[in-house]
């Protein structure tokens, strides 16, 4: 928890909120893709992409 909240802090410091909606869509996909990967519904994400 303490590197998201430092990541935050850069973030807002560096005026690189542009980044923010990056690396939400990056963990997410990647979250996604975790889940899927021993999952039934893993067909039906694959063919998203």
Do not use: C, H, N
């Not at 410091?13 to 899927?36: F, N």
């Amino acid at each position: 928890m303490d590197f998201l909240i430092e990541l935050w802090a850069f973030l807002r410091v560096r005026k690189k909120l542009w980044l923010a909606p990056i690396i939400i869509v990056m963990v997410i996909l990647g979250g996604l893709l975790i889940l899927a990967q021993g999952s039934v519904v893993a067909p039906f994400i694959y063919t998203l992409f």
